[in-house]
């Protein structure tokens, strides 16, 4: 660990007393232009904070106010025009395609607003897919990826094809598909913006629980007062910087039993 922070701490030249392992990101002054022609758009502004490790925070803000550029920077999908992102001790703005991949696959799960599942595959293949992709045996591949459907209520479910699924399984599906690498950090992109607002609550609860009871810290986008509720901090985004940064008392799971019952298998 003390490795880790030094590594970023002799890059970024800050004095130690001001880094905490607490962290788990830390933007500071995050300016992300897009040049469009001889037009330059400032899509992030100057954009500073820390995450705790544990958090659960939402990001709120207008259309255009920068959550989804933000949130590409946070997810190793894009790097910064100027500014530092450090993301559990690993300093990444100044990381190579490579390494930001590498970093993504380590720490990250990502759940998108269309689920982005494979239409031909499986639930359980769907699943399965990110440990594929780290060359991870067919067993243990198969043996996580069940795991996984079973912390989102998906057991029953495993050979079903997206198709076959409601809205909200197959969001459980891709939550699952984020859970199978054992991320740090589920990033979520509006993950409930289609979806009705009863499967939106058991979507929330499911992250509310991921959060609170694996300690996976959670940091996702909505521009729904009722989704932000479930989080314990809400950053407000407008023209590219950051006017808001608010804690509050999440609202608490609702569906109690019907998470015991994943839970307790
Ligand atoms: P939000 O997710 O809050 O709606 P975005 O981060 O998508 O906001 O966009 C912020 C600003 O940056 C907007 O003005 C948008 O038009 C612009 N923008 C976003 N992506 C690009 C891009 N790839 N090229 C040019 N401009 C972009
Ligand atoms: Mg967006």
Known sequence: MASAVNRWHDAIGYPLQTISENFMITVTDLKKTYHMGDIEVNALNGVSFEIKKGEFVAIMGPSGSGKSTLMNLIGCLDTPTSGTYVLDGDMVSQLDDVELAAARAAKLGFIFQQYNLLPRQTALRNVELPLIYRGISGAERHRRAAAALEIVGMKERTDHKPNELS???????????????????ILADEPTGALDTKTSAEIMDILQRLNREQGLTVVLVTHEYDVAAYAGRVLTMRDGELVGDEKQTPRMTTQVVTMAGVAGK
């Open 167 to 185: 809205g909200g399984q197959q969001q459980r599906v891709a939550i699952a598909r984020a859970l199978s690498g054992s991320p740090s950090v």
